[in-house]
């Protein structure tokens, strides 16, 4: 562990990308599909725009701040929350501030520009508070424990460039998967990411999730994939949730990392039109007994379905089952 010869924040601070918008030719703008980026991996991956003339992407970010430390240790002053834009290959840096959401409030928010002709593969984005202390002004007080990965090139928002899925034999494998060997997959929150484990007993579930074969088997394997998605969002939201530390006054606080994050990013559609800190606050009054628990099931699949993009790709298998349909009688 690294020593400072000043007081820093123990508090997390944490940041999540909450929008993207690309700009092309003749200053058009479009906004990233929310599929281009993962608040589990912390990887916004650009080439999954549907365009590939962009000149310039705009991230809009948020990070929450530890704001009741600040006030109460009276350590720092002059605190500022700057983000940081690297890129080792290129020698490339770019540096915005963030401002204040609400005044003496928890979240900054803000926007970030990364220009294409400067950053051409992976590039590292990190979030970082400033303030004066002792007298020094500029002092690093506290970073992001993770930075996010801003990927140039890839399609999908990964961060070792490599699906987080495992296939294995639910009967032959590990002792507690046995149970599940009438299960096509399972996600396992139990790590430090979670993962979605494939059963190899069902014949022919791992071709159609990967790919290939026919276009009824490709269109099959679309809507498994956005099934097995909305699992994953389910399963991260309830392992948040279950992660939850509490202060004094019994306020439940955001946990660090990718759960807090996915808790951020999935709280407005569970508690609608409510702050995310007084949506936390609602849910877990309710999941400890004070409320009914039952009624916000419906709210949590909707915001995973939403998040998996489920009703668009069952939409848009249905119509191509359909259309696959005419042809073949055609």
């Not at 530890?66 to 490339?92: C, F, M, Q, Y």
């Not at 990364?114 to 506290?142: C, F, K, M, P």
């Not at 140039?152 to 009967?171: I, M």
């Amino acid at each position: 562990m690294r020593a400072y010869p000043y007081p820093r924040l123990t508090g997390a601070l944490t940041a999540r990308v909450i929008a993207v918008r690309l700009r092309g030719p003749g200053d058009r703008r479009e906004q990233l599909d929310s599929k281009g980026y993962s608040v589990v991996e912390q990887v916004l991956a650009l080439g999954s725009a549907q365009r590939d003339d962009w000149i310039s992407a705009r991230i809009s970010l948020a990070a929450t701040v530890p704001a009741r430390e600040i006030e109460a240790k009276g350590h720092w002053s002059d605190i500022s929350v700057v983000v940081v834009l690297t890129e080792g290959a290129t020698n490339a840096r770019t540096v915005t501030r963030l401002e204040p959401s609400v005044e003496g409030g928890q979240e900054w928010v803000g926007e970030i520009e990364l220009d294409r002709d400067r950053y051409l593969d992976r590039a590292s984005l990190n979030v970082h508070v400033v303030a004066t202390v002792e007298g020094i002004a500029g002092r690093i007080i506290s970073s992001t424990e993770q930075e996010w990965v801003v990927d140039v090139t890839s399609t999908v928002p990964l961060r070792d460039r490599e699906l987080s899925v495992e296939t294995v034999s639910f009967a032959r494998g590990a002792e507690w998967l046995r149970s599940f060997r009438e299960a096509p997959w399972i996600v396992d929150t139990s790590g430090r990411m979670p993962i979605v484990r494939l059963n190899s007993d069902f014949e022919g579930l791992a071709a159609l999730v990967e790919g290939g074969g026919s276009k009824v088997e490709g269109v099959v394997g679309e809507l498994l994939l956005a099934q097995m998605c909305a699992e994953v969002w389910t399963a991260v939201f309830h392992t948040a949730l279950g992660d939850l530390e509490i202060e004094d006054d019994g306020a439940p606080v955001f946990p660090p990392d990718w759960r807090g994050a996915v808790l951020r990013e999935m709280l407005p559609d569970i508690v609608p039109g409510r702050s995310v800190e007084d949506a936390l606050r609602e849910v877990h009054t309710r999941r400890s007994g004070e409320g009914s628990w039952a009624d916000l099931q419906p709210r949590i699949q909707y915001a995973a379905a939403r998040r998996a993009e489920l009703p668009k790709i069952l939409a848009t298998t249905v119509r191509d089952l359909e259309r696959l349909d005419l042809e073949a009688f055609a």
